[in-house]
Each structure stands twice: as C-alpha cells, then as structure tokens.
C-alpha cells in the first residue's frame, strides 16, 4: 500500500492533514528503522550490560513508531501494522542517514549519535504543535529520548579517546556518515502547509541550524570535524539501496506470509 | 544453635576484564526500603548507572536505584564476630521463658497468679 489521505473537509483540511501525514510518516519510518538496525545487535554487542541496553534503547524507538503509525492511522485509516509492514521499500521516508546496516559499534555509535541529537532538535520543534494529538504524544517520547541522549553523548566520547581503537573506527565511520549526516532535516514536500497551520514552529533549515549550533561544539570538544552538509530535498524518497532492501526483506517476512492474519 | 563456619571470601569472584562489579540496590515503591537488586559489571561509574537502569529499571519496577562499587563495600562475614559458638539465647527477645519465673515472683510477694 501507499500512503494516501481521504479527501473530506474543505481544502485546506486535506491539505493540512496530507501534511501532518507526510510529518508523521516521516517521524514513524526513522523511529522503526533505526529501531530494526540497532536491534540487529541483541546477542553480539560488545558485553552483555551494553547487549541489554541497546536492545532495550532499539526496543523504545519501535514503540516510538507505533506510537507515530497509530497516529497516522487515524488520519489516514488502515492500522499500524499495515503501514508498517505493508509497504514496499520505495515507500518508506526515513532518512537517508539511516539507510546503512549497522556495521561496527563504532559506526552504530556515530550513526545513532547523529540521529539521537537530530531526533531530538525535531522533537523540540514540535513540543508546541497545534496539532493536539502530536503534542501529547511528543512530550511523551522526549521524556524517553533524554536517556538516550545521555548513552549516546557517554558512548561517543568513550570512542574518541586519542589514540584508542574506538577513535580510529569512530573517526573512520564519520567520514562516511557526513554527507547524510543531516539528512534528518531534509525539507518535506509539504513543509509549507505544516509551518502555515502551526504544526512545525520553524523550516527544516532552520532546524538544521538549530542542530549545527548544538552539535558541532560537541564535535569541536573532542577534536572531532564536524562536517554535514545542507540537507538536500531528496532525502528522504525512493532509492533507500541495498542495505535497507535487506533490511525491509527481514523485517516484513512475517508480514508478507500471510498479510491479512490477525495476532 | 548455631554452627561453626569458616570464613567464606567474596560473594562473587572479582570482575574479568569486562570491567569493574556494580552492586544494585532498587526500591520498588514510596516508603520501602531500598533493597539488594542484583550486579552490573561496566568501565565507570556513569555507564554503570546506566547498566543499572537498563537491568533494574527499564521496566517501571524501580522509583529509585543506588549503585555502589561492590569493592566500596565494607564486607564483615568473620564467624567469630557474626556467628560466635557459646549459646546466644538471652540476648534474643524470646530468649527466656519468663512465664514461670513471673508467677514465681508474684507468689512470693503475695499476688494472685494471673489466669494463662
């Protein structure tokens, strides 16, 4: 299935709500694919406390999606489930950062690092929402998203100790990452019906500077470059590549044996 | 009665190269008290207070954790001190049977044995 919103209520009401919708889809798909990717490490992480904790952190970021796709539900009818797993790969808005398997821990790490401060710039923009049920949902998830934070902030200074493993790795994994470092942000088709109802309080851009600005001292801390670059339109469409079609394979096989079953 | 018992060294063999043993302690609800949870191993303190709140707390189970490094604590296992071998009994509150020696004394001093 595609994503596709009823067309009752007047049209600006379709507008709106095909915006929220695209907003929506667009929080979902990151939570549930950065959930999957992360879960790729439960029994291999680095000692069993981290095994339990990234587990436990990929576990809250699928229950964030949930949360999203019964959101988006609502508006837009069907159920969680369906949208979640009932769509081909084409039609998945994560972004482009997150399209890579989880690789090493170093990568995981820088990856999740980039994602978390992104996530959480996002989130803060959307704690005054005028759309009531996003509101409440969002308070929520920041509450979770601060320990979070807290890991992944411990976890890449840890990594960029000079002269350590962990700071080649990390430095080596970054290289990789900047040119979708920020692709979090990439402009929505329908920002401007988002920004005209209240639904975002700023452009994607200017959430993008928000984030340099909270970053990029980090970075500068640890003697880190800090090198991301203006996130470009397409960063969220079709063409997620092979990792993430592995990825999708996995994680809609059961799905797809039987698509109408009920749990 | 009480048995004599050698001294029984750790609880738990000292931590491997996985990092430094974190004891737990979790209360559970408002008013208890805190109570032993269990042990995380993890390089420092900060990573263990996040350890203990993955093991001990991801769940809501938990108002509160305390997490000690295990070699902060002052272990006392010696039998001599905890477990001496002469009887013990008179410093435990039911250590004496007292309902004969009472009625004794209120005979002597000329009072009605209370009804048992």
Redesign the interface.
């Known amino acids: 299935m595609t994503v596709g919103v009823p067309d009752t209520g007047t049209a600006a009401d379709v507008q709106e709500r095909a915006a929220i919708a695209e907003l929506l889809l667009s929080l979902a798909d990151d939570e549930f694919v950065i959930g999957y990717w992360d879960s790729e490490w439960t029994g291999i992480a680095p000692?069993?406390?981290?095994d339990?904790?990234i587990s436990?952190l990929a576990q809250d970021e699928l229950g964030h999606a949930r949360a999203f796709y019964e959101l988006l539900a609502e508006l837009i009818g069907g159920s969680a489930d369906t949208i979640a797993y009932g769509r081909q790969p084409d039609d998945y808005r994560h972004a482009r950062l997150l399209d890579r398997r989880r690789t090493d821990w170093a990568f995981t790490i820088a990856r999740r690092y980039l994602y978390e401060t992104s996530d959480s710039i996002r989130l803060a923009a959307l704690e005054h929402t005028t759309f009531e049920p996003l509101a409440g949902l969002v308070a929520k998830i920041r509450r979770e998203e601060r320990?979070h934070l807290?890991?992944l902030d411990?976890w890449l200074r840890?990594l960029a100790v000079p002269g350590s493993v962990g700071r080649a790795r990390l430095e080596a994994a970054l290289a990789t990452l900047w040119a979708v470092a920020g692709s979090v942000f990439s402009p929505l088709e329908r920002e401007a019906d988002l920004l005209r109802a209240g639904v975002l309080d700023a452009p994607f851009s200017e959430l993008f500077s928000r984030w340099c600005a909270a970053v990029g001292p980090v970075f500068d801390e640890l003697g880190l470059p800090f090198e991301p670059r203006q996130p470009a339109r397409d960063g969220r469409g079709p063409g997620h590549g092979p990792d993430f079609q592995w990825l999708w394979t996995e994680l809609s096989s059961v799905y797809r044996s039987d698509p109408g079953a009920t749990w | 009665m009480s048995k004599a018992r050698a001294p029984r060294g750790p609880i738990l063999p000292p931590p491997s190269e996985?990092?430094r043993a974190f004891e737990v302690f979790r209360q559970e609800r408002d008013g208890e008290p805190m109570r032993h949870a269990g042990n995380?191993?993890?390089?420092d303190p900060?990573?263990a207070l996040?350890?203990a709140?993955?093991?001990f707390g991801?769940r809501q189970e938990s108002l509160r954790l305390w997490v000690v490094p295990r070699e902060e604590i002052l272990d006392l296992d010696d039998p001599d001190l905890l477990q001496p071998p002469l009887d013990r009994s008179f410093k435990k509150p039911g250590g004496y049977v007292m309902r004969d020696k009472l009625a004794a004394a209120r005979a002597r001093a000329g009072h009605e044995e209370e009804p048992a």
């Not at chain 1, 000692?47 to 981290?50: K, T, V």
């Not at chain 2, 995380?40 to 390089?43: E, H, N, S, T, W």
């Open positions: 000692f069993l406390e981290e339990v904790a436990s320990y807290m890991h411990l840890r | 996985g990092g995380v191993l993890a390089p900060e990573l996040h350890y709140r993955e093991l991801r």
